[in-house]
């Protein structure tokens, strides 16, 4: 687990809590786990993806979404894992203001994170990890699944 703290500057930070909290979502499971994340593209995409190759965040975007989690539903209370396909997975906290929604992981016994604005959490997929229910509040987080970067992933790509 790395833990990276101020991960984006300012003006990145602002731009993807504005997008947040402007964004609709929606339930998933009948509303028992969690809120569809919302997709971030375009030229906030191009900004964030940047940002992960200064940090030597080296594989394709798989997956790169807003996730949002309030007091109104439950979350998985067990501990759980990632798709394998995956070589790194990032968690970035994008506010604060909330009680509980704690992040979980299990490397030689439970350690837990405490939500921070802008702080960027980067683990393995198969890092057993879970998030703590919100108690107040809502908590946003920018997630994104990194997979191996090879041509050979890349869909519509040539050598030619």
């Known amino acids: 687990m790395k833990i990276y703290k101020q991960f984006f500057n300012k003006s990145t930070h602002t731009a993807l809590c504005n997008y947040a909290y402007k964004s609709s979502y929606k339930k998933v499971q009948d509303g028992v786990y969690n809120f ?17 190759r200064e940090y030597g965040l080296t ?28 070589i790194e997975n990032v968690v970035c906290f994008l506010n604060d203001e909330l009680t509980g929604g704690e992040f979980e992981y299990m490397e030689y016994n439970i350690k837990m994170i405490y939500p921070e604005a ?13 998030v703590n229910p919100v108690i107040k509040g809502t908590r946003y987080t920018l997630v994104a699944f990194l997979a191996e970067n090879s041509y050979l992933n890349k869909q519509d790509k040539t050598l030619i």
């Open 118 to 130: 802008n702080t960027a959490l980067i683990f393995a997929p198969e890092t057993p990890h879970r």
């Open 36 to 52: 569809r994340g919302v997709n971030v593209e375009g030229p906030l995409r191009d900004k964030v993806e940047k940002v992960f």
């Open 59 to 86: 594989g394709t975007l798989e997956v790169l979404r807003i996730q949002r989690i309030d007091e109104n539903f439950k979350v998985v209370e067990q501990f759980h894992t990632h798709d394998s396909s995956c």
